[in-house]
């Protein structure tokens, strides 16, 4: 597989920075000037406003659709989507292998240096975009925004710069301080351009001052009780909004927003009732605030398992924020360097007040998850381990695991 090769081949390190990046694609005839982008970051709710703008472009337009994402659940083809469809596997193997081939001849006669494993994945997206002739491209800060690979682009060839929300993420890359991690985000704003936030606080106020600085126009929002849905979907509306009136929409329709409601994005807050598991892809103490919220909301008297997995995040803070002392916790490691320790885990539930348990995988989990009284089994801690789920879905590996 292509995706295997590239991650064998430069590893899956970060090196943040333009300027590889910017002299590929320039080698390359610059693929990314070739159509519109609009740009999308935030600690949380960035890959469901990506998800939402690019099925209401598509659904309520004639324009061709590009959806760039990090990282995919279970198929590397998840991550370049046309037209809210992915790209076939094959087709997108042998254009990558043509690309990377590409990429390899600009590195021979270069001398600033191979390009990272996301910095090739965004070089193919934006060559596979201006392949397959995209007017309009959705694109998913992989990181930050400042130093991100996607954000190589003029202002002339953005439409909107999106800021879902700023939280403590990241945080040996980022910076160790909401603003230092604003300040990352920020920098996906273009000069004379349009922003979308839904961030608040000093977050917001560091946004105002780059906005003024860059002569931009802004759409604060400002929520207060909604559910995470509900604020990506009004995210994604009000981005709509601004889009819409720099691009040729023949019939206004009035149902945008029912239509965003009637949509699931894998692996948020997404239940599968054949196997009576809840995936949600919350990693950060944020997110477990907000999927607190949503838990609150729609199972309020339901009796809990929770399976966690996670990276190398604030597990103390996503524990404190997601789950009531008491509950029966079982721990396990995400497939990735960056897990943590599943001992570590369990270590802290028990101080914290919980029922913990250890398993060697994810398909143990499940079985040990059945044994004990429950409504509803949730998956949550990466979205490595949703994707895990979902994969061991896809090859009938949890088919009948689930027993209420």
């Known amino acids: 597989m292509f995706n295997d090769y590239v991650e064998s081949t430069r590893g899956l390190g970060i090196k943040p920075g333009l300027e590889r990046i910017r002299a590929c694609l320039n080698y390359l005839g610059n693929p990314q000037k ?25 659904k309520f337009t004639n324009y061709k659709v590009g959806r760039y994402i990090s990282p995919h659940l279970v198929s590397w083809n998840e991550r370049f989507v046309i037209n809210e469809k992915q790209t076939d596997s094959q087709v997108l193997e042998d254009f990558s ?14 001398d600033i240096g191979k390009l ?5 994945y965004t070089v193919i997206a934006f060559c596979l975009f201006e392949k397959e002739k995209v007017e309009i491209a959705f694109l998913e800060i992989g990181m930050g925004g400042r130093l991100d690979a996607t954000n190589v682009l003029e202002s002339k060839d953005v439409l909107c710069s999106i800021i879902t929300s ?10 160790d301080s909401i603003e230092k991690i604003v300040y990352e985000k920020a920098g996906i704003i273009k000069e004379n351009n349009d922003v979308v936030t839904a961030a608040n606080g000093v977050s917001l106020d560091i946004i105002k001052k780059e906005v003024k600085n860059l002569n931009s126009k802004l759409i604060s929002l400002n929520f207060t009780d909604e559910l995470y849905p509900d604020k990506n979907i009004e995210t994604a509306l009000a981005v709509w909004s601004v889009i819409s009136n720099k691009i040729e929409i023949k019939e206004v329709k009035s149902n ?44 309020p008297s339901k009796k809990l398992v929770y399976i966690l997995g996670m990276l190398n995040k604030d597990f103390k803070g996503f524990i404190n ?16 360097e960056r897990a943590t320790n599943k001992k570590v885990l369990s270590d802290y539930l028990l101080e914290y007040g919980c029922k913990a348990f250890i398993c060697k995988d994810l398909k143990e989990a499940i079985d040990k998850a059945c044994t004990f ?4 089994i949730l998956i949550t801690g990466s979205l490595y381990l949703v994707g895990e789920v979902l994969f061991l879905m896809k090859n009938e590996q ?7």
Do not use: W
């Open 373 to 376: 009284e429950h409504d509803v």
């Open 97 to 110: 292998y043509e690309i990377i081939k590409k990429i390899e001849d600009f590195e021979s006669i270069s």
């Open 321 to 336: 924020s997601l789950i009531p002392k008491g509950s029966t916790v079982i721990c396990v490691e995400p497939k990735s």
């Open 34 to 58: 070739k159509y519109k982008s609009v740009l999308i970051t935030g600690t949380n709710g960035k890959g469901s406003v990506t998800f939402y703008l690019s099925h209401l472009v598509c």
């Open 256 to 299: 945008e927003k029912e239509f965003l409601q009637s949509l699931q994005f894998p692996g948020r807050f997404h239940f599968l009732k054949e196997y009576n598991l809840l995936l949600d892809g919350a990693h950060n103490p944020a997110g477990a605030e907000e999927l607190r919220k949503m838990l609150d909301k729609h199972y």
């Open 116 to 120: 990272t494993t996301f910095e090739v």
């Open 398 to 404: 949890i088919k009948n695991y689930v027993i209420k």
């Open 166 to 175: 700023v939280s403590l993420d990241h945080m040996d890359y980022l910076g």
